[in-house]
């Protein structure tokens, strides 16, 4: 039976916008949307941490309450850098700037700049932030505190988790576009018995397909093992993809696909499965339960890794093509075109 997973977050004030003309051979490097920033795990209340993230060099941290800011790493006041590597830090779930002490709240705004009132105009720029199913999200456009559209909220559902991050030379469009490129899992991944079991569904600035293809385990050790999947893919803008997988075996899981830019150049692609359900094999009910899901969440994530490691190969030297030479089997790559040209309508402006 294939898994029937539906994310109910559309939003009838969807605004599409049809985008500019990208240039030949280049695709403006940062398109709007949702972008992941770190695991939740990893940001404790009263921490503060620094990283890249769409060319621009960002701080976040999670207050005393447990509330998270996603901001530019610059004080607005004298242009210091507020990460942890030049001095900044939190007090009481405030960041303050090392250059002055300048403290600034989750909100953005300054709540105390030494002796003086703080001024009206120190704000940090700060962007909407999501936190779903163990992970941040920032959203990155035009207006980066006022979503296009809303993130979806999906249920923390999962029994194990296996993470695995690559940074490699590509594009998150590029990187995206394989969820309906039917044809690359034959040739690149040498799935078998590809079977579309539903059309391409665009609405709004999601994205929907599904198919069923047999494969064999990539895991040294397991590649004689073959089995039947049935997976329904979700696009949710081109930070974010989900492949919700249903087995023969009865297994469940999520695969998230991440592709967060960091420098033009350069992304960060986050490779992400989460077991959901178990066969219900009696010995695999008690004691056995938890390290058989922790074993299969590190085998499908080192699979999942294995299989978008034949891409890389592919994504590293791969040159854009705004006006490809289609074949007749490309139509949902021409349709995949056309929904993207939404996220760069307004930020490569």
């Keep these: 039976m294939l898994l029937t997973e539906r994310i109910e977050a559309m939003d009838d004030g969807i605004e599409v916008v049809r985008a500019a003309t990208v240039e030949e051979g280049k ?33 976040y941290w999670r207050d005393l309450n447990g509330d998270v800011c996603v901001a530019d790493g610059t004080c607005p006041h004298l242009g210091s850098h507020l990460g942890p590597t030049a001095g900044g830090k939190l007090k009481n779930g405030n960041l303050v700037c090392p250059f002055h ?30 936190e779903t199913s163990g992970l941040i999200f920032a959203y ?5 505190m006022k979503p296009r559209w809303q993130m979806p909220l999906f249920p923390s559902d999962g029994i194990a988790r296996g993470v695995r991050r690559i940074t490699l030379r590509a594009h998150p469009q590029t990187t995206s576009e394989n969820s309906v490129d039917m044809n690359h899992l034959e040739e690149v991944h040498g799935y078998t018995r590809l079977t579309k079991l539903r059309e391409t569904e ?63 150049e350069m992304i960060e692609l986050w490779l ?25 969440a590190r085998l499908g994530v080192n699979d999942l890794e294995e299989d978008v490691r034949k891409d890389v190969v ?8 705004s006006r490809p030479a289609y074949s007749a089997s490309d139509k949902d790559i021409s349709q995949f075109r056309r929904y993207c040209q939404q996220f760069y309508s307004k930020v490569a402006q």
Excluded: H
Aim: hydrophobic content about 45%; glycine content about 8%.
């Design 140 to 144: 990155f456009g035009q207006d980066s």
């Design 272 to 296: 992400i499965v989460d077991i959901r359900k178990l066969p219900n094999w009696w010995w695999l009910r008690r004691l056995l339960r938890n390290p058989a899901a922790k074993l299969a």
């Design 101 to 130: 002490g300048f403290e600034y709240d989750v909100s953005g705004t300054c709540v105390r700049a030494r002796d003086v009132k703080p001024p009206r105009s120190a704000q940090l720029i700060r962007f909407a932030v999501a």
């Design 202 to 264: 665009v609405c709004g600035p999601f994205l929907f397909s599904s198919y069923s293809f047999t494969r064999n385990m990539l895991t040294f050790g397991l590649r004689k093992l073959q089995f039947d999947v049935e997976i329904q893919i979700g696009v949710w803008g081109l930070g974010m993809s989900t492949v919700n997988i249903s087995t023969e075996y009865g297994i469940l899981a999520r695969q998230w696909v991440l592709s967060t830019p960091i420098d033009g």
């Design 27 to 59: 695709l403006y490097p940062f398109p709007e949307g949702w972008y992941v920033v770190a695991e939740s795990r990893e940001l404790a209340c009263g921490e503060l941490r620094e990283r890249m993230w769409l060319g621009q060099s960002i701080v």
């Design 314 to 321: 592919i994504w590293d030297k791969q040159n854009y093509r």
